[in-house]
């Protein structure tokens, strides 16, 4: 769960909370919806390189 924390915190400062999302709630959503779009490609892309790094881990193994 420390991924998904790290990537909120990103998410927060690319995507803050200005006086516009205060004010309206249609702009507070798309600023929440955007978030959450953010954090999900992030863990997506954490999870394709570790992907990578065991296949080609595997494949060094093989070798041996």
């Known amino acids: 769960m420390e991924i998904k924390k790290l990537t909120e915190m990103i998410a927060k400062r690319v995507y803050p909370e200005t006086e516009k999302e205060k004010n309206c709630i249609n702009e507070f959503g798309k600023m929440i ?3 959450g779009k953010l954090s999900k490609r992030i863990i997506e892309l954490i ?3 570790k992907r990578k790094e065991d296949l080609l881990d595997s494949g ?3 070798s041996d």
């Open 33 to 35: 919806i955007n978030r």
């Open 47 to 49: 999870n394709d390189s």
């Open 60 to 62: 060094t193994k093989q």
